[in-house]
């Protein structure tokens, strides 16, 4: 499959990093690929293919699917876990009743507003109906880190290319048009349905600085920016920037602490540690990586080897299957009888017609959800943007 050099999935790091774009086509890349993409790209296919096939009247059975789609087309195994996650995610398509009427799934999306030849792929976007002047954007993720619906940068380069075509086909105002960009996370422990509603036109400073960072990224002179963002750069192993931040970050755990530690003093380096940990961390990882795959390629490098880490044995095939197969030696393969985890739990509930409020508030009585342990965190504003945006 072709990629934009200026890809939606990617917005997060080139609107922050527009050199990141010219490092990444520098480095050769995309890498290989993980059990987490492949898993990913299975779980689109399989929401896509269940759409194409079954309609919004697609039956809820876990078994159904199962038996008839074992594998996506590039092999990857679809797994019971595979089925709730997109099951999860269809139903809240339909409970939210963007399954009536005209939808897009899986649909390629051209941004010539933010240059020529950016495009993507939106999991499912559905335009204004008739006098429902309301425009929806989902995001399926199939992982299970966090990633927040507000100031979603990937969703929002959607938004700009959809755009495109409702002002020139349509002639849709965006003073007019209402616009909810949705982040469905089935899997996640956290909130896994976020939503961020806007007029389309309070969104335009957005398209603006994604305008601004796809002219810079593709000039002649990008700007290198180094950041958190870093950590899904596929640039970070060659990156001068990031090896500088990593190189400062060294340093700075040299630097002399000012006695006495005000809060002053201590809101400053605590934050200042952080980031330095993560620049090494993303640094680490990506010389990692790098080593691996210099390493399988033959090269050697010095005071630096590699061993496979412990994984957890997995089926190849499905329940069914491993169970026949524990029965023709006599033994049973079957699980004990055990509930289903609350998250299908609030899916059924979802389901049976409550909404996630109401079937979280359903199950409160069984549902413990203890308090991870105290940490301190940066505040750089976007807790304080999301409450006074939203
Ligand atoms: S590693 Fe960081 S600084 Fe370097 S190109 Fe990527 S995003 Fe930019």
Redesign the pocket.
């Known amino acids: 499959m072709s990629h934009s050099l200026l890809a939606p999935s990617s917005a997060s ?1 080139w609107v ?2 527009p ?2 774009v010219t ?2 086509a520098q480095a050769g890349l995309p890498s290989e690929t993980n059990d987490a993409a492949e898993e990913g790209t299975a779980a689109h296919w399989l929401a896509a293919s269940i759409l194409g096939q079954e309609g919004s009247d697609y039956p809820g059975d876990t078994d159904y699917y199962l038996r008839n789609w074992t594998q996506d087309p590039a092999g990857t195994l679809i797994t019971e876990d595979m089925v709730h996650s997109v099951l999860y995610y269809l139903d809240y398509l339909k409970m939210q009743g963007l399954l009536d009427g005209t939808f897009f799934v899986e649909d390629r999306i051209d941004i010539q507003s933010l240059h020529t030849g950016c495009y993507g792929t939106a999991d499912f976007w559905r335009p204004p109906q008739g006098n429902d002047l309301v425009l929806d954007i989902v995001d399926f993720k199939h992982g299970r880190g966090n990633v927040e619906a507000f100031e979603n940068w990937q969703l929002l380069t959607y938004f700009a290319g959809v755009m495109d075509a409702l002002q020139v086909e349509h002639k849709v105002l965006d003073t007019e048009l209402t616009v909810r960009l949705h982040v469905i996370q089935p899997r996640h422990f956290g909130d896994r349905e976020k939503v961020w509603e806007q007029k389309a036109s309070d969104l335009r400073g957005y398209v603006n600085m994604l305008r601004a960072a796809a002219e810079n990224a593709l000039g002649s002179d990008p700007r ?4 958190h ?2 950590k899904h ?1 596929p ?2 192993h060659c ?4 090896q500088k ?1 990593a190189v400062e970050a060294i340093r700075f755990v040299d630097s002399a602490t000012p006695h006495p530690l005000t809060e002053e003093a201590l809101g400053y380096e605590l934050p200042a540690l952080i980031n330095a940990i993560k620049a090494l961390e ?1 640094r680490k990882e ?1 010389l990692e990586e790098e080593a691996i795959a210099r390493i399988r390629a033959g090269k050697n490098i010095p005071y630096v080897n590699v061993k496979h880490g412990t994984a957890q044995r997995k089926w190849k095939k499905t329940a069914a299957e491993v169970i026949r197969l524990g029965a023709i030696s006599g033994a049973d393969f079957k699980m004990p009888v055990d509930a289903v985890t609350p998250a299908e739990a609030v899916r059924q509930l979802k389901k049976a017609g409550m909404t996630e409020k109401d079937a979280l508030t359903y199950l409160d009585a069984v549902i413990d959800k203890p308090k991870g342990k105290l940490k301190a965190v940066i505040d750089d504003g976007f807790k304080a943007r999301k409450t006074f945006t939203n």
Not at 224 to 227: E, L
């Open positions: 790091v922050r990093c050199g990141s490092m990444r290198v920016a180094s950041g963002h870093c750069c640039a970070r990156c001068p920037a990031a931040a993303y990506s």
